[in-house]
Protein backbone atom coordinates (compact mmCIF):
# COMPACT_ATOMS: atom_id res chain seq x y z
CA UNK A 1 0.00 0.00 0.00
CA UNK A 2 1.37 3.45 -0.95
CA UNK A 3 -0.70 5.44 0.86
CA UNK A 4 0.35 4.16 4.01
CA UNK A 5 3.57 6.05 4.07
CA UNK A 6 1.57 9.39 3.88
CA UNK A 7 -1.27 8.76 6.22
CA UNK A 8 1.80 7.23 8.99
CA UNK A 9 3.65 10.60 8.09
CA UNK A 10 0.44 12.82 9.53
CA UNK A 11 -0.15 10.37 11.91
CA UNK A 12 3.61 10.81 13.40
CA UNK A 13 3.66 14.83 13.13
CA UNK A 14 0.46 14.75 14.93
CA UNK A 15 1.23 12.86 17.64
CA UNK A 16 5.00 14.58 17.75
CA UNK A 17 2.87 18.12 17.96
CA UNK A 18 0.59 16.40 21.01
CA UNK A 19 3.82 14.73 22.85
CA UNK A 20 5.51 18.94 22.27
CA UNK A 21 1.65 20.71 23.98
CA UNK A 22 1.50 18.24 26.97
CA UNK A 23 4.87 20.14 28.36
CA UNK A 24 3.73 23.94 28.49
CA UNK A 25 -0.23 22.62 29.31
CA UNK A 26 0.72 20.32 32.25
CA UNK A 27 3.72 22.50 33.77
CA UNK A 28 1.31 24.60 36.09
CA UNK A 29 -0.18 21.28 37.15
CA UNK A 30 3.37 19.50 37.51
CA UNK A 31 4.87 22.62 39.59
CA UNK A 32 1.90 22.16 42.16
CA UNK A 33 1.75 19.07 42.88
CA UNK A 34 5.91 19.06 43.32
CA UNK A 35 5.16 22.23 45.91
CA UNK A 36 2.32 20.03 47.87
CA UNK A 37 5.10 17.49 48.06
CA UNK A 38 7.49 20.18 49.34
CA UNK A 39 10.24 20.62 46.81
CA UNK A 40 11.23 23.75 45.68
CA UNK A 41 9.97 25.78 42.79
CA UNK A 42 10.50 29.03 40.98
CA UNK A 43 8.67 30.94 41.83
CA UNK A 44 7.68 29.09 45.55
CA UNK A 45 3.84 30.31 45.61
CA UNK A 46 0.81 29.42 43.00
CA UNK A 47 -0.36 32.90 43.30
CA UNK A 48 3.06 34.14 42.01
CA UNK A 49 3.28 31.37 39.31
CA UNK A 50 -0.22 32.75 38.14
CA UNK A 51 1.02 35.52 36.51
CA UNK A 52 4.24 33.85 34.93
CA UNK A 53 3.88 32.33 31.20
CA UNK A 54 4.11 28.78 30.89
CA UNK A 55 7.35 28.95 28.45
CA UNK A 56 9.22 30.61 32.06
CA UNK A 57 7.76 28.12 33.96
CA UNK A 58 9.59 25.91 31.74
CA UNK A 59 12.49 27.41 31.37
CA UNK A 60 13.08 27.73 35.27
CA UNK A 61 11.76 24.60 36.26
CA UNK A 62 12.79 22.00 33.56
CA UNK A 63 13.50 19.31 36.11
CA UNK A 64 9.61 19.29 36.24
CA UNK A 65 9.00 19.08 32.61
CA UNK A 66 9.03 15.41 32.78
CA UNK A 67 6.34 15.03 35.73
CA UNK A 68 4.03 16.78 33.15
CA UNK A 69 3.80 13.62 31.39
CA UNK A 70 2.56 11.53 34.36
CA UNK A 71 -0.09 13.72 35.92
CA UNK A 72 -3.20 11.88 37.33
CA UNK A 73 -5.14 14.71 35.96
CA UNK A 74 -3.48 16.25 33.36
CA UNK A 75 -4.82 19.57 31.59
CA UNK A 76 -3.89 17.59 28.16
CA UNK A 77 -2.92 13.90 28.62
CA UNK A 78 -0.61 12.21 26.38
CA UNK A 79 -1.50 9.92 23.20
CA UNK A 80 -0.46 7.27 25.73
CA UNK A 81 -2.94 7.85 28.37
CA UNK A 82 -5.43 8.55 26.45
CA UNK A 83 -5.16 5.26 24.95
CA UNK A 84 -4.42 3.77 28.22
CA UNK A 85 -7.90 5.18 29.52
CA UNK A 86 -9.60 4.02 26.28
CA UNK A 87 -8.22 0.72 26.43
CA UNK A 88 -9.07 0.17 30.58
CA UNK A 89 -12.61 1.52 29.61
CA UNK A 90 -13.31 -0.47 26.90
CA UNK A 91 -10.90 -3.69 25.97
CA UNK A 92 -9.95 -4.62 29.56
CA UNK A 93 -13.15 -4.60 30.72
CA UNK A 94 -14.61 -6.80 28.16
CA UNK A 95 -11.98 -9.15 29.18
CA UNK A 96 -13.02 -9.11 32.76
CA UNK A 97 -16.72 -9.77 30.99
CA UNK A 98 -17.96 -6.94 32.25
CA UNK A 99 -17.96 -5.10 28.92
CA UNK A 100 -21.30 -3.41 29.56
CA UNK A 101 -21.05 -2.29 33.00
CA UNK A 102 -22.55 1.37 33.37
CA UNK A 103 -18.57 2.60 33.53
CA UNK A 104 -17.69 1.08 30.18
CA UNK A 105 -17.44 3.07 27.10
CA UNK A 106 -18.54 0.13 25.21
CA UNK A 107 -22.03 0.51 27.10
CA UNK A 108 -22.40 4.18 26.36
CA UNK A 109 -20.90 3.91 23.05
CA UNK A 110 -23.95 1.37 22.53
CA UNK A 111 -26.32 3.76 24.05
CA UNK A 112 -24.83 6.41 21.59
CA UNK A 113 -24.81 4.24 18.74
CA UNK A 114 -28.39 2.85 19.00
CA UNK A 115 -29.64 6.67 18.91
CA UNK A 116 -26.98 7.50 15.92
CA UNK A 117 -28.55 4.71 13.76
CA UNK A 118 -31.97 5.71 14.48
CA UNK A 119 -31.81 9.30 14.11
CA UNK A 120 -29.46 8.26 10.79
CA UNK A 121 -32.79 6.36 9.39
CA UNK A 122 -34.99 8.75 10.02
CA UNK A 123 -33.43 11.45 8.94
CA UNK A 124 -32.54 9.30 5.54
CA UNK A 125 -35.82 8.75 5.17
CA UNK A 126 -37.03 12.44 5.43
CA UNK A 127 -34.01 13.78 3.59
CA UNK A 128 -35.12 10.76 0.64
CA UNK A 129 -38.77 12.06 1.02
CA UNK A 130 -37.95 15.83 1.48
CA UNK A 131 -35.77 15.51 -1.80
CA UNK A 132 -38.35 13.68 -4.01
CA UNK A 133 -41.01 16.02 -3.06
CA UNK A 134 -38.33 19.05 -4.30
CA UNK A 135 -37.35 17.73 -7.63
CA UNK A 136 -41.58 16.86 -8.80
CA UNK A 137 -42.97 19.96 -7.83
CA UNK A 138 -41.64 23.33 -8.24
CA UNK A 139 -44.06 24.97 -5.03
CA UNK A 140 -42.34 22.04 -2.73
CA UNK A 141 -38.73 23.27 -4.13
CA UNK A 142 -39.87 27.20 -3.26
CA UNK A 143 -41.45 26.70 -0.37
CA UNK A 144 -39.41 23.65 1.47
CA UNK A 145 -36.00 24.38 0.22
CA UNK A 146 -35.89 28.25 2.26
CA UNK A 147 -36.84 26.23 5.19
CA UNK A 148 -34.09 23.47 5.26
CA UNK A 149 -31.51 25.84 4.67
CA UNK A 150 -32.53 28.14 7.44
CA UNK A 151 -33.05 25.06 9.88
CA UNK A 152 -28.82 24.26 9.79
CA UNK A 153 -28.56 28.18 10.74
CA UNK A 154 -29.82 26.92 14.19
CA UNK A 155 -27.39 26.24 16.48
CA UNK A 156 -28.42 22.90 17.22
CA UNK A 157 -26.81 23.42 20.70
CA UNK A 158 -29.87 26.04 21.47
CA UNK A 159 -32.15 23.57 20.16
CA UNK A 160 -31.14 20.24 22.16
CA UNK A 161 -32.52 21.28 25.12
CA UNK A 162 -35.50 22.47 23.84
CA UNK A 163 -36.50 19.42 21.87
CA UNK A 164 -35.06 17.40 25.13
CA UNK A 165 -37.71 19.49 27.32
CA UNK A 166 -40.95 19.57 24.12
CA UNK A 167 -40.44 15.80 24.43
CA UNK A 168 -40.53 15.00 27.91
CA UNK A 169 -43.37 17.53 28.24
CA UNK A 170 -45.58 15.19 25.70
CA UNK A 171 -45.08 12.56 27.43
CA UNK A 172 -42.13 10.61 26.46
CA UNK A 173 -40.14 8.71 28.25
CA UNK A 174 -36.10 8.54 28.40
CA UNK A 175 -33.71 10.22 26.12
CA UNK A 176 -33.91 7.78 23.33
CA UNK A 177 -36.84 9.36 21.43
CA UNK A 178 -35.36 12.99 21.71
CA UNK A 179 -31.60 12.48 21.09
CA UNK A 180 -32.95 10.64 17.31
CA UNK A 181 -34.93 13.23 16.84
CA UNK A 182 -31.66 16.40 17.55
CA UNK A 183 -29.87 13.57 15.35
CA UNK A 184 -32.34 13.18 12.33
CA UNK A 185 -32.27 16.91 12.66
CA UNK A 186 -28.89 17.53 11.65
CA UNK A 187 -28.52 14.33 9.21
CA UNK A 188 -31.97 14.96 7.30
CA UNK A 189 -29.98 17.74 5.48
CA UNK A 190 -26.97 16.60 3.66
CA UNK A 191 -29.05 13.58 2.45
CA UNK A 192 -31.46 16.22 1.41
CA UNK A 193 -29.10 18.32 -0.18
CA UNK A 194 -27.32 15.65 -2.08
CA UNK A 195 -30.18 13.76 -3.19
CA UNK A 196 -31.98 16.50 -4.93
CA UNK A 197 -28.71 16.95 -6.81
CA UNK A 198 -28.47 13.11 -7.44
CA UNK A 199 -32.50 13.02 -8.78
CA UNK A 200 -31.68 15.89 -11.36
CA UNK A 201 -28.19 14.71 -12.56
CA UNK A 202 -29.54 13.09 -15.23
CA UNK A 203 -29.73 15.24 -18.28
CA UNK A 204 -32.21 16.54 -20.44
CA UNK A 205 -30.62 13.71 -23.29
CA UNK A 206 -31.40 10.77 -21.18
CA UNK A 207 -34.78 12.46 -20.22
CA UNK A 208 -35.99 12.50 -24.01
CA UNK A 209 -35.07 9.31 -24.36
CA UNK A 210 -37.33 8.30 -21.79
CA UNK A 211 -39.55 10.56 -23.11
CA UNK A 212 -40.19 9.39 -26.72
CA UNK A 213 -40.78 5.60 -24.82
CA UNK A 214 -43.61 7.18 -23.53
CA UNK A 215 -42.45 6.40 -19.74
CA UNK A 216 -44.52 7.45 -16.78
CA UNK A 217 -43.16 9.79 -14.47
CA UNK A 218 -42.48 6.68 -11.90
CA UNK A 219 -41.20 4.73 -14.67
CA UNK A 220 -38.64 7.78 -15.20
CA UNK A 221 -38.01 7.89 -11.37
CA UNK A 222 -37.22 4.18 -10.86
CA UNK A 223 -35.35 3.91 -14.09
CA UNK A 224 -33.07 6.87 -14.11
CA UNK A 225 -33.15 8.92 -11.46
CA UNK A 226 -32.96 6.53 -8.89
CA UNK A 227 -29.98 4.58 -9.96
CA UNK A 228 -28.31 8.16 -11.84
CA UNK A 229 -28.82 9.43 -7.75
CA UNK A 230 -26.43 6.24 -6.34
CA UNK A 231 -23.28 8.04 -6.11
CA UNK A 232 -24.64 11.17 -4.91
CA UNK A 233 -27.06 9.46 -2.61
CA UNK A 234 -24.19 7.92 -0.72
CA UNK A 235 -21.41 10.62 -0.80
CA UNK A 236 -24.07 12.25 1.54
CA UNK A 237 -25.26 9.16 3.33
CA UNK A 238 -21.52 9.52 4.48
CA UNK A 239 -21.68 12.99 5.72
CA UNK A 240 -25.25 12.07 7.22
CA UNK A 241 -23.77 9.46 9.45
CA UNK A 242 -21.52 11.43 11.15
CA UNK A 243 -23.87 14.81 11.49
CA UNK A 244 -26.17 12.34 13.29
CA UNK A 245 -23.44 10.88 15.48
CA UNK A 246 -22.57 14.68 16.69
CA UNK A 247 -26.13 15.17 16.53
CA UNK A 248 -26.70 12.63 18.92
CA UNK A 249 -23.90 13.32 21.56
CA UNK A 250 -25.16 17.20 21.47
CA UNK A 251 -28.34 15.49 23.00
CA UNK A 252 -26.52 13.70 25.41
CA UNK A 253 -24.98 17.15 26.55
CA UNK A 254 -27.54 18.96 28.09
CA UNK A 255 -27.72 17.41 32.47
CA UNK A 256 -30.11 14.71 32.93
CA UNK A 257 -28.35 12.33 30.61
CA UNK A 258 -26.28 9.83 32.79
CA UNK A 259 -25.56 7.46 29.05
CA UNK A 260 -23.78 7.94 26.10
CA UNK A 261 -20.73 9.42 25.23
CA UNK A 262 -21.90 12.94 25.50
CA UNK A 263 -23.08 12.11 29.01
CA UNK A 264 -19.53 10.66 29.58
CA UNK A 265 -18.13 14.20 28.49
CA UNK A 266 -20.15 15.86 30.44
CA UNK A 267 -19.58 13.88 33.78
CA UNK A 268 -15.65 14.22 33.02
CA UNK A 269 -16.08 17.56 33.03
CA UNK A 270 -17.93 18.44 36.19
CA UNK A 271 -15.78 16.02 37.83
CA UNK A 272 -12.55 17.26 36.51
CA UNK A 273 -11.52 14.07 35.16
CA UNK A 274 -9.81 14.98 31.48
CA UNK A 275 -9.27 11.78 31.23
CA UNK A 276 -12.48 10.54 30.94
CA UNK A 277 -13.03 13.30 28.80
CA UNK A 278 -10.58 12.45 26.23
CA UNK A 279 -11.45 8.60 26.10
CA UNK A 280 -14.69 9.53 25.43
CA UNK A 281 -13.74 12.10 22.79
CA UNK A 282 -11.94 9.62 20.98
CA UNK A 283 -14.13 6.45 21.21
CA UNK A 284 -16.62 8.77 19.38
CA UNK A 285 -14.41 9.44 17.15
CA UNK A 286 -13.52 5.88 16.56
CA UNK A 287 -17.54 5.18 16.42
CA UNK A 288 -17.75 8.03 13.63
CA UNK A 289 -14.48 6.06 11.53
CA UNK A 290 -16.30 2.66 11.73
CA UNK A 291 -19.45 4.07 10.68
CA UNK A 292 -18.20 6.17 7.39
CA UNK A 293 -15.86 3.24 6.49
CA UNK A 294 -19.08 0.83 6.78
CA UNK A 295 -21.08 3.16 4.33
CA UNK A 296 -17.60 3.55 2.42
CA UNK A 297 -17.72 0.09 1.42
CA UNK A 298 -21.04 -0.14 1.02
CA UNK A 299 -20.55 2.07 -1.57
CA UNK A 300 -18.45 0.70 -3.67
CA UNK A 301 -19.88 -3.03 -3.74
CA UNK A 302 -23.46 -1.70 -4.62
CA UNK A 303 -21.59 0.94 -7.69
CA UNK A 304 -19.49 -1.91 -8.49
CA UNK A 305 -22.03 -4.11 -8.73
CA UNK A 306 -23.75 -1.39 -10.89
CA UNK A 307 -21.32 -1.39 -12.95
CA UNK A 308 -20.02 2.59 -12.54
CA UNK A 309 -16.79 3.40 -12.25
CA UNK A 310 -15.46 4.81 -8.97
CA UNK B 1 -38.71 12.91 -62.75
CA UNK B 2 -39.23 11.27 -66.05
CA UNK B 3 -38.19 7.77 -64.14
CA UNK B 4 -40.86 8.15 -61.78
CA UNK B 5 -42.18 4.16 -62.90
CA UNK B 6 -38.74 2.93 -61.54
CA UNK B 7 -38.81 5.15 -58.17
CA UNK B 8 -40.10 2.35 -55.14
CA UNK B 9 -42.03 5.75 -53.89
CA UNK B 10 -45.42 4.83 -52.90
CA UNK B 11 -47.82 6.19 -55.10
CA UNK B 12 -49.28 9.34 -52.88
CA UNK B 13 -52.24 10.22 -54.61
CA UNK B 14 -53.74 6.69 -52.65
CA UNK B 15 -52.03 6.21 -49.45
CA UNK B 16 -52.19 8.80 -47.00
CA UNK B 17 -49.19 10.51 -45.87
CA UNK B 18 -47.31 8.69 -42.77
CA UNK B 19 -46.32 12.20 -41.70
CA UNK B 20 -47.32 15.85 -43.04
CA UNK B 21 -46.15 19.16 -41.89
CA UNK B 22 -47.67 21.91 -43.36
CA UNK B 23 -45.69 25.68 -43.24
CA UNK B 24 -44.22 24.47 -39.81
CA UNK B 25 -42.51 26.87 -37.52
CA UNK B 26 -40.73 26.97 -34.93
CA UNK B 27 -39.24 29.96 -33.21
CA UNK B 28 -36.82 29.24 -29.88
CA UNK B 29 -37.00 32.59 -27.89
CA UNK B 30 -33.56 33.20 -26.72
CA UNK B 31 -31.55 35.94 -24.24
CA UNK B 32 -30.55 37.25 -27.69
CA UNK B 33 -33.18 37.38 -29.61
CA UNK B 34 -35.31 35.00 -31.46
CA UNK B 35 -34.09 32.10 -33.89
CA UNK B 36 -35.70 30.64 -36.61
CA UNK B 37 -34.89 26.85 -36.20
CA UNK B 38 -38.08 26.30 -38.94
CA UNK B 39 -39.45 28.45 -41.04
CA UNK B 40 -42.39 27.49 -43.62
CA UNK B 41 -41.61 23.53 -43.75
CA UNK B 42 -43.90 21.42 -45.73
CA UNK B 43 -43.14 18.25 -46.13
CA UNK B 44 -45.16 14.85 -47.20
CA UNK B 45 -43.75 11.54 -45.93
CA UNK B 46 -45.50 8.36 -47.06
CA UNK B 47 -45.37 5.57 -45.68
CA UNK B 48 -42.36 2.99 -46.27
CA UNK B 49 -40.42 6.16 -46.85
CA UNK B 50 -36.59 6.63 -46.29
CA UNK B 51 -35.70 10.13 -45.92
CA UNK B 52 -32.49 12.07 -45.18
CA UNK B 53 -32.44 15.00 -44.55
CA UNK B 54 -29.46 16.69 -45.43
CA UNK B 55 -27.89 20.72 -44.59
CA UNK B 56 -25.62 22.88 -42.97
CA UNK B 57 -25.20 22.78 -39.03
CA UNK B 58 -28.00 24.75 -37.73
CA UNK B 59 -30.22 24.63 -40.63
CA UNK B 60 -32.77 22.91 -38.37
CA UNK B 61 -32.89 18.88 -38.92
CA UNK B 62 -32.54 17.95 -35.59
CA UNK B 63 -35.63 20.32 -34.52
CA UNK B 64 -37.61 19.06 -37.58
CA UNK B 65 -36.96 15.45 -36.35
CA UNK B 66 -37.60 16.43 -32.17
CA UNK B 67 -40.85 17.96 -33.97
CA UNK B 68 -42.21 14.61 -35.64
CA UNK B 69 -41.30 13.22 -31.99
CA UNK B 70 -43.35 15.42 -29.61
CA UNK B 71 -40.00 17.01 -27.99
CA UNK B 72 -40.33 19.60 -29.59
CA UNK B 73 -43.31 21.44 -29.94
CA UNK B 74 -43.82 24.21 -33.46
CA UNK B 75 -44.86 27.72 -32.96
CA UNK B 76 -46.61 27.90 -35.90
CA UNK B 77 -48.23 25.43 -38.68
CA UNK B 78 -49.34 21.96 -38.63
CA UNK B 79 -48.02 18.89 -38.12
CA UNK B 80 -49.68 15.36 -38.03
CA UNK B 81 -48.23 11.62 -37.60
CA UNK B 82 -50.21 8.65 -38.57
CA UNK B 83 -53.24 10.86 -38.26
CA UNK B 84 -52.38 11.97 -35.22
CA UNK B 85 -50.61 15.09 -33.42
CA UNK B 86 -47.20 14.18 -32.65
CA UNK B 87 -47.79 14.24 -28.72
CA UNK B 88 -50.77 11.39 -29.54
CA UNK B 89 -48.43 9.30 -32.12
CA UNK B 90 -45.49 9.52 -29.02
CA UNK B 91 -47.92 8.25 -26.79
CA UNK B 92 -49.40 5.70 -29.15
CA UNK B 93 -45.33 4.47 -29.28
CA UNK B 94 -45.07 5.55 -33.01
CA UNK B 95 -41.45 5.48 -33.46
CA UNK B 96 -38.11 4.92 -32.18
CA UNK B 97 -35.37 7.48 -32.08
CA UNK B 98 -31.69 7.13 -32.30
CA UNK B 99 -30.24 10.50 -30.56
CA UNK B 100 -26.78 12.02 -32.22
CA UNK B 101 -25.07 11.11 -28.83
CA UNK B 102 -25.30 6.89 -27.96
CA UNK B 103 -26.97 8.08 -24.59
CA UNK B 104 -26.86 4.89 -22.83
CA UNK B 105 -27.32 4.38 -19.18
CA UNK B 106 -24.04 3.71 -17.24
CA UNK B 107 -25.50 1.30 -14.83
CA UNK B 108 -27.04 -0.49 -16.97
CA UNK B 109 -24.76 -3.38 -19.49
CA UNK B 110 -25.65 -3.33 -23.18
CA UNK B 111 -27.96 -5.66 -23.27
CA UNK B 112 -30.01 -3.72 -20.14
CA UNK B 113 -29.69 -0.65 -21.41
CA UNK B 114 -31.77 -2.73 -25.06
CA UNK B 115 -34.22 -3.86 -22.34
CA UNK B 116 -34.77 -0.57 -20.99
CA UNK B 117 -37.95 0.33 -24.00
CA UNK B 118 -39.27 -3.53 -23.62
CA UNK B 119 -39.50 -3.39 -19.65
CA UNK B 120 -41.00 0.03 -20.19
CA UNK B 121 -43.84 -1.00 -22.79
CA UNK B 122 -44.29 -3.88 -20.87
CA UNK B 123 -43.22 -6.54 -22.67
CA UNK B 124 -42.45 -10.38 -21.31
CA UNK B 125 -39.17 -11.82 -20.08
CA UNK B 126 -38.76 -13.73 -22.69
CA UNK B 127 -39.94 -11.58 -25.37
CA UNK B 128 -37.57 -9.57 -23.97
CA UNK B 129 -34.09 -11.72 -24.18
CA UNK B 130 -35.50 -12.98 -28.10
CA UNK B 131 -35.27 -9.03 -29.21
CA UNK B 132 -32.42 -8.30 -27.61
CA UNK B 133 -30.33 -11.25 -28.75
CA UNK B 134 -31.96 -10.08 -32.16
CA UNK B 135 -30.95 -6.77 -32.56
CA UNK B 136 -27.35 -7.66 -31.10
CA UNK B 137 -26.85 -9.42 -33.75
CA UNK B 138 -28.33 -6.95 -36.07
CA UNK B 139 -25.21 -4.47 -35.15
CA UNK B 140 -23.29 -7.48 -34.76
CA UNK B 141 -22.60 -6.43 -30.71
CA UNK B 142 -23.55 -10.19 -29.87
CA UNK B 143 -20.61 -10.95 -27.62
CA UNK B 144 -21.01 -7.92 -26.24
CA UNK B 145 -24.63 -7.68 -24.34
CA UNK B 146 -22.75 -8.25 -20.89
CA UNK B 147 -20.57 -5.36 -21.27
CA UNK B 148 -21.32 -1.96 -19.94
CA UNK B 149 -21.06 0.73 -21.89
CA UNK B 150 -17.78 2.72 -21.09
CA UNK B 151 -16.31 -0.90 -22.12
CA UNK B 152 -16.84 -0.37 -25.74
CA UNK B 153 -15.90 2.12 -28.17
CA UNK B 154 -17.76 4.82 -28.98
CA UNK B 155 -18.98 3.61 -32.71
CA UNK B 156 -20.24 0.80 -30.42
CA UNK B 157 -22.37 2.35 -27.82
CA UNK B 158 -23.66 4.10 -30.98
CA UNK B 159 -24.50 0.88 -32.52
CA UNK B 160 -25.80 -0.21 -29.11
CA UNK B 161 -28.38 3.12 -28.87
CA UNK B 162 -29.47 1.80 -32.75
CA UNK B 163 -30.14 -1.71 -31.71
CA UNK B 164 -31.81 -0.25 -28.76
CA UNK B 165 -34.10 2.00 -31.33
CA UNK B 166 -34.85 -0.96 -33.10
CA UNK B 167 -36.25 -3.51 -30.25
CA UNK B 168 -38.83 -2.71 -30.05
CA UNK B 169 -41.69 -2.53 -33.08
CA UNK B 170 -42.11 1.16 -33.66
CA UNK B 171 -43.26 2.02 -37.47
CA UNK B 172 -41.69 5.17 -37.89
CA UNK B 173 -37.67 5.38 -37.25
CA UNK B 174 -36.03 9.21 -37.16
CA UNK B 175 -32.03 8.91 -36.65
CA UNK B 176 -30.37 11.63 -35.85
CA UNK B 177 -26.62 11.29 -37.57
CA UNK B 178 -26.57 7.68 -36.30
CA UNK B 179 -23.18 6.76 -37.94
CA UNK B 180 -21.42 10.46 -37.77
CA UNK B 181 -19.28 8.55 -35.62
CA UNK B 182 -18.18 5.44 -37.29
CA UNK B 183 -15.17 4.44 -39.74
CA UNK B 184 -16.35 4.33 -43.38
CA UNK B 185 -16.19 0.42 -43.30
CA UNK B 186 -18.42 0.15 -40.63
CA UNK B 187 -20.45 2.88 -41.99
CA UNK B 188 -21.09 0.78 -45.44
CA UNK B 189 -22.19 -1.80 -43.77
CA UNK B 190 -24.61 -0.42 -41.38
CA UNK B 191 -25.94 1.49 -43.96
CA UNK B 192 -26.44 -2.07 -46.03
CA UNK B 193 -27.65 -3.42 -42.70
CA UNK B 194 -30.42 -0.37 -42.17
CA UNK B 195 -31.26 -1.00 -45.85
CA UNK B 196 -32.05 -4.29 -45.21
CA UNK B 197 -33.66 -3.86 -42.35
CA UNK B 198 -36.16 -1.23 -43.82
CA UNK B 199 -37.01 -3.69 -46.87
CA UNK B 200 -37.80 -6.15 -44.74
CA UNK B 201 -39.86 -4.19 -41.78
CA UNK B 202 -41.46 -1.29 -43.87
CA UNK B 203 -40.45 1.21 -41.41
CA UNK B 204 -40.50 4.78 -42.30
CA UNK B 205 -37.40 6.40 -41.51
CA UNK B 206 -36.41 9.80 -40.80
CA UNK B 207 -32.91 10.13 -41.35
CA UNK B 208 -30.21 13.01 -40.52
CA UNK B 209 -26.49 13.02 -42.02
CA UNK B 210 -24.11 15.40 -43.22
CA UNK B 211 -22.70 12.91 -45.59
CA UNK B 212 -23.92 13.04 -49.62
CA UNK B 213 -22.95 9.97 -50.73
CA UNK B 214 -24.89 8.01 -47.27
CA UNK B 215 -28.18 10.10 -47.81
CA UNK B 216 -28.45 9.17 -51.55
CA UNK B 217 -27.42 5.62 -51.29
CA UNK B 218 -30.26 5.18 -48.52
CA UNK B 219 -32.91 7.19 -49.35
CA UNK B 220 -35.75 7.41 -51.58
CA UNK B 221 -36.52 11.11 -50.94
CA UNK B 222 -33.53 13.12 -50.26
CA UNK B 223 -34.65 16.50 -48.03
CA UNK B 224 -32.09 19.75 -48.89
CA UNK B 225 -32.12 22.45 -45.91
CA UNK B 226 -30.48 25.35 -45.66
CA UNK B 227 -30.24 27.66 -42.37
CA UNK B 228 -31.36 30.84 -40.86
CA UNK B 229 -34.38 30.60 -41.14
CA UNK B 230 -34.17 26.91 -41.41
CA UNK B 231 -36.00 25.75 -44.38
CA UNK B 232 -36.33 23.35 -47.15
CA UNK B 233 -34.95 24.38 -50.57
CA UNK B 234 -35.02 21.44 -52.15
CA UNK B 235 -36.69 17.93 -52.27
CA UNK B 236 -35.32 14.68 -54.38
CA UNK B 237 -37.12 11.68 -55.23
CA UNK B 238 -34.66 9.16 -56.07
CA UNK B 239 -34.99 7.39 -59.06
CA UNK B 240 -32.79 4.58 -57.67
CA UNK B 241 -34.33 1.03 -57.10
CA UNK B 242 -35.41 -0.05 -53.82
CA UNK B 243 -32.47 -3.15 -54.22
CA UNK B 244 -28.91 -1.02 -53.82
CA UNK B 245 -26.00 -2.81 -54.11
CA UNK B 246 -23.14 -0.66 -52.47
CA UNK B 247 -21.67 -0.38 -56.02
CA UNK B 248 -24.76 1.38 -57.33
CA UNK B 249 -22.73 4.30 -56.04
CA UNK B 250 -20.74 4.37 -59.22
CA UNK B 251 -23.40 4.75 -61.31
CA UNK B 252 -24.15 7.49 -63.30
CA UNK B 253 -27.73 7.77 -62.03
CA UNK B 254 -26.44 8.09 -58.49
CA UNK B 255 -23.87 10.56 -59.04
CA UNK B 256 -26.52 12.43 -61.13
CA UNK B 257 -28.49 12.82 -58.01
CA UNK B 258 -25.41 13.57 -55.73
CA UNK B 259 -24.98 16.62 -57.98
CA UNK B 260 -28.25 17.83 -57.50
CA UNK B 261 -27.76 17.46 -53.63
CA UNK B 262 -24.65 19.50 -53.48
CA UNK B 263 -26.16 21.61 -56.31
CA UNK B 264 -28.64 22.21 -53.42
CA UNK B 265 -26.47 22.36 -50.51
CA UNK B 266 -24.31 25.25 -52.69
CA UNK B 267 -27.31 27.19 -53.06
CA UNK B 268 -28.27 27.54 -49.48
CA UNK B 269 -24.68 28.46 -48.34
CA UNK B 270 -24.30 30.99 -51.25
CA UNK B 271 -27.92 32.88 -49.58
CA UNK B 272 -26.59 32.38 -46.63
CA UNK B 273 -23.77 35.04 -47.70
N1 LIG C 1 -33.35 24.46 -27.30
C1 LIG C 1 -32.94 25.43 -28.12
N2 LIG C 1 -32.96 26.72 -27.72
C2 LIG C 1 -32.56 27.71 -28.54
N3 LIG C 1 -32.11 27.52 -29.78
C3 LIG C 1 -32.06 26.27 -30.26
C4 LIG C 1 -32.46 25.15 -29.44
N4 LIG C 1 -32.30 24.02 -30.16
C5 LIG C 1 -31.82 24.41 -31.35
N5 LIG C 1 -31.67 25.76 -31.42
C6 LIG C 1 -31.22 26.53 -32.58
O1 LIG C 1 -31.98 26.14 -33.68
C7 LIG C 1 -31.19 26.07 -34.85
C8 LIG C 1 -31.33 24.68 -35.45
O2 LIG C 1 -30.71 23.73 -34.61
P1 LIG C 1 -30.66 22.20 -34.94
O3 LIG C 1 -30.08 21.51 -33.78
O4 LIG C 1 -31.97 21.74 -35.43
O5 LIG C 1 -29.59 22.16 -36.15
P2 LIG C 1 -29.06 20.90 -36.96
O6 LIG C 1 -29.46 21.11 -38.36
O7 LIG C 1 -29.46 19.65 -36.32
O8 LIG C 1 -27.49 21.12 -36.84
P3 LIG C 1 -26.32 20.01 -36.74
O9 LIG C 1 -26.08 19.53 -38.12
O10 LIG C 1 -25.15 20.78 -36.24
O11 LIG C 1 -26.78 18.97 -35.80
C9 LIG C 1 -29.78 26.40 -34.44
O12 LIG C 1 -29.53 27.76 -34.77
C10 LIG C 1 -29.78 26.23 -32.96
O13 LIG C 1 -28.91 27.17 -32.35
MG1 LIG D 1 -28.42 18.12 -35.23
Not at chain 1, 63 to 86: D, F, K, M, S
Request: hydrophobic share 45%; aromatic share 8%.
Amino acid sequence: MKNLLPILTVLAAIAALWYAAVAPMNIRGALDIAERGGAEVVPAESIARFDRSVWRLMIDNPEYIAAGYALERPRLPTPGQVGAELWKTTGDMALRGRALSKRSLIYHGWITLQSTLWGFALGTILGMAGAVAIVYSRVVDMSLMPWAIISQTIPIVALAPMIIVLSSQVGIEGRTVPKAIISAYLCYFPVLVGMVKGLRSPGEAQLDLLRTYSASGLQAFLKLRLPASMPYLFTSLKIGIAAALVGTIVGELPTGAISGLGARILIGDQFGTPLAIWAALFAAAILAGALVTLLDVMQRVTLKRMGMQT
Amino acid sequence: MQDQTNAPVPDRSTTKPVISAKSLDLTFETNDGPVHALSGVDLDIGKGEFVSFIGPSGCGKTTFLRCIAALETPTGGTLTVNDMTPDEARRARAYGYVFQAAGLYPWRTIEKNIALPLEIMGYSKAEQDERIARVLDLVELSNFGKKYPWQLSGGMQQRASIARALAFDADILLMDEPFGALDEIVRDHLNEQLLDLWARTEKTIGFVTHSIPEAVYLSTKIVVMSPRPGRITDVIDSPLPKERPLDIRDTPEFLEIAHRVRDGLRAGHAYDD
